[in-house]
């Protein structure tokens, strides 16, 4: 085991990831731009260091800085957490060659997961079902080809990147030329990379991923699915495990896929694999995140796994505990509570905490960065919370969620914690059936999304 890890991160995924340090014995170094330097994970690690101004491109994306960080305070390795550097393959590549473990996928793997493209290959050849579309990175005149064979609506995306940046729905070929130009625009400023891809729009859909955990001797276990269609421009508000749309003979053949997808690409460590799910059962990968997932705590709820203390363990050279599927119990839901203004598009909305009383009681977990009196910067993602939520069946869940967002006192600052209390009061919710775009839908219908 590590005695001293550098964790790449700030926020609410800082304050897990050297939580879960400090239980396995681990000394844990944090890093901090200057807009941050009286933030809650600086003030938990056993030291710190100031890695630059609040910019993230002149801070926490900096890979000289973080490597100098980790080097100069005598780290052997590195958790990069969500965001940021975590998928970046120079990053882990740098960490390589300064003999620092990436806690996370060797760098082959996620550069090629992080092409959309190649991912896709990579899927095709290992027999797991892709969205209809084109084969590789598309020019106009292919575009149009391959939305024409995979029938419109079709989504064109950046073949760097995801998070909704560089994606246009095509309704019609009349309408492809400019959200090509729109979606390419887009990407350039996002990733540094104009290319994009067509795929058939499969809607109505859910999202649905699938967790996997992978040591260095090839054993893979799977945590289930985590269902993630609670959505805004893109972006997840709301996920739950078990998932309403699957029964167990697809839950298994996503697991099965995505065990030997993982052999097939050699992955390491913590990831998830994404998948749209049709109206007719139909399951079609979309991506693979090599990282830790923002909403990882859903399964850590239902497996009783810790899945930040898995990676560490992962790349300090440990074998898996048990392999296959991962049983589960009960049902969970996690809610993200953001900085944004829902009456505004979800406008982002930094300021100043002046009360923050999260809840408590059994069955709730809230993962924050955040505490009373915080100013919440402009400089980074708006995610100032999350409320995790445990029970034995999913009604119970749901009247546990409310009753937990209902208790959680934030003043200061608009947040999305009502637009979430009325989303699991819908009907929608309740029943099960939604969908990625349920959200768009209840626009104008909930109280809390009703503009002003």
């Not at 844990?28 to 600086?42: I, L, P």
């Not at 300021?351 to 923050?356: E, K, L, N, T, Y």
Request: charged letters at 25%.
């Amino acid at each position: 085991m590590f005695s001293r890890v550098l964790v790449a991160n700030r926020g609410e995924i800082a304050v897990r990831v050297i939580r879960a340090l400090h239980e396995l014995g681990v000394e844990a170094v944090a890093v901090y731009s200057t807009a941050d330097r009286d933030a809650f994970h600086v003030s938990l690690a056993d030291q710190a260091v100031c890695i630059g101004p609040p910019a993230a491109v002149e801070s926490y994306l900096v890979v000289s800085n973080v490597i100098a960080a980790a080097e100069t305070t005598g780290c052997e390795a590195v958790h990069p957490g969500y965001g940021f550097l975590a998928e970046n393959a120079d990053f882990v590549r740098a960490c390589d060659e300064s003999d620092l473990v990436f806690i996370g996928p060797p760098a082959d793997v996620v550069e090629q997961m992080g092409d959309k493209v190649r991912a896709k290959e990579a899927m095709r050849a290992a027999g797991v079902p892709v969205v209809p579309g084109s084969d590789g990175v598309a020019d106009p005149a292919d575009l149009r080809r391959a939305a024409g064979d995979a029938g419109y609506p079709v989504l064109l995306k950046a073949a760097a990147g995801g998070g909704g940046k560089g994606m246009r729905l095509v309704g019609s070929e009349d309408e492809l030329e400019s959200a090509h130009a729109a979606a390419s625009a887009e990407a350039e400023a996002a990733f540094g990379d104009g290319t994009v891809y067509v795929e058939k729009a499969i809607s109505p859909a859910r999202h649905v991923e699938i967790q996997v955990l992978c040591d260095g001797n090839g054993n893979v276990l799977t945590l289930g699915e985590r269902e993630c269609s609670i959505q805004r421009r893109h972006q997840k508000l709301i996920e739950e495990s078990p998932s309403t749309a699957l029964d167990a003979q697809t839950r298994e053949a996503m697991e099965s896929a995505v065990e030997k997808a993982s052999i097939a690409i050699g992955f390491r460590n913590a990831g998830t694999f994404e998948f749209l799910v049709g109206s007719d059962g139909g399951f079609y990968f979309i991506e693979v995140n090599c990282r830790l997932q923002v909403e990882h705590p859903v399964t850590e709820l239902v497996t009783g796994i810790d899945i930040v203390r898995e990676q560490v363990r992962i790349a300090a050279g440990e074998t898996l505990g048990s392999t296959g599927r991962a049983p589960r119990r009960g049902h969970a839901v996690e809610i993200r509570i953001n900085a944004e203004d829902p009456a505004r598009g979800f406008l982002p909305a930094p300021g100043f905490v002046s009360m923050f009383v999260p809840p408590l009681g059994a069955g709730v977990r809230v993962d924050t960065g955040v505490r009373e009196g915080a100013e919440i910067p402009p400089f980074y993602d708006s995610l100032i919370a999350k409320v995790v939520v445990w029970d034995e069946t999913r009604p119970l869940v749901i009247a546990r969620a409310i009753r937990a967002l209902t208790e959680f006192e934030i003043e200061g600052i608009p947040t999305t914690r009502d637009v979430a209390l009325d989303v699991l009061g819908s009907t929608e919710f309740a029943t099960g059936s939604y969908s990625t775009s349920t959200l768009e839908g209840l626009v104008g219908r909930l109280p809390s999304l009703a503009p002003r």
